[in-house]
Structures are given as structure tokens and as C-alpha cells.
């Protein structure tokens, strides 16, 4: 019906439908962060500004987690070490994406950990403590590319309760 009428107009084109277009974000929480604090480097990276081709926010944050735990596997950091090459956008991603409505420490370490026993590479009894190792991390180097993320959450109770968590890890 929505053709029929289109093409009946002297330029289809002009035409405006009112049937609902499916469309998805790119980790919709931080794109609203993102617009709402005016945070130019978060807006690029979850593709709210105009770029060649799209970003991809969670391998933004795996290969800068990638990055450091390669640095402390250097250093001879033993669960670094562990990691090595092990560290994907999918270990990352739900961590994340979850962080933006208040995941907290437990619960992003337990996802990773989720993540890290479907591996299959990791020995079973070192998976809690390279999960506990990824949370961090991934929390720790995510929140600085997101500077409103980190504006708007630095007044929270919750982050504040979540630094203190990692504080005593």
C-alpha cells in the first residue's frame, strides 16, 4: 500500500511513509551520555558523528585492554601473562555495555568470568582471578574515553562505591 501510494505521487521520492523503521545503536546507553555532555571522542566512538566507516566502541575497549595487559604480561604480571591474546570484543562487551546503567564490580567480573569459561583456554582455577583482573581493567581504561560518562558519574553513589571496590582489590 505504502508503494502503491508513493509511486502514484509525479516524485515518488517525496513521498512520506509512516511505516516504523527498525534501527539499532551502537551501545545506545553511551550514545546518550555521549549527546548529553557534548563528549565529541564518546560521540565518534559509539557513531554519532560522521566517520568513513562505522567505530566500534567495544573493540575500542578490548584492544586498549589488550594493550595494557600485554604491558603488565611484559613486566611479568602472571594473570596478565595468562591473557595474552585471550582478550576479545566479546570478554568485553557485555561488561560495557552494562556499565553505562550501574554494573558493578561483581557483577562485571562475573560476566567476564562467564565469557572466560566459554573460552575453554583459561585453567578453571585461575578464571575468577583473570575475570577480577578484566574488570578492572576494563572499567578503569573504558571510563576515561568517555568524558561526560565519567562527568556524569563521578557524582554517583554507585560509581563512587565501585572505585572503592576496586580500591580494595
Known amino acids: ?35 548529553l555532555g557534548g563528549d565529541a571522542r564518546g ?3 559509539v557513531n554519532l558523528a560522521a566517520a568513513d566507516r562505522p567505530s566500534d566502541v567495544y573493540t575500542h575497549v578490548s584492544s586498549a585492554v589488550e594493550e595494557e595487559v600485554n604491558r603488565e604480561a611484559e613486566e611479568g604480571h602472571a594473570i596478565a601473562s595468562l591473557l595474552v591474546g585471550k582478550i576479545s570484543r566479546k570478554v568485553v562487551k557485555q561488561t560495557v555495555m552494562t556499565t553505562v546503567y550501574g554494573v558493578t564490580f561483581v557483577g562485571a567480573r562475573e560476566q567476564i568470568e ?3 569459561k566459554e573460552r575453554k583456554d583459561i585453567p578453571h582455577e585461575k578464571v575468577w582471578a583473570a575475570a577480577s583482573y578484566l574488570a578492572k581493567k576494563v572499567k578503569i581504561l573504558f571510563c576515561p574515553s568517555f568524558f561526560a560518562f565519567e562527568l556524569i558519574f563521578a557524582c554517583d553513589t554507585g560509581s563512587s562505591e565501585y572505585r572503592r571496590d576496586l580500591q580494595r582489590c
Open 43 to 45: 560521540a565518534e566512538q
Open 1 to 35: 500500500m505504502e508503494l502503491k501510494n508513493a509511486y502514484e505521487l509525479e516524485d515518488p521520492t517525496t513521498y512520506m511513509s509512516t511505516l516504523p523503521i527498525h534501527q539499532d545503536g551502537t551501545c545506545n546507553g553511551l550514545q546518550h551520555y555521549a549527546a
Open 114 to 116: 562467564k565469557q572466560l
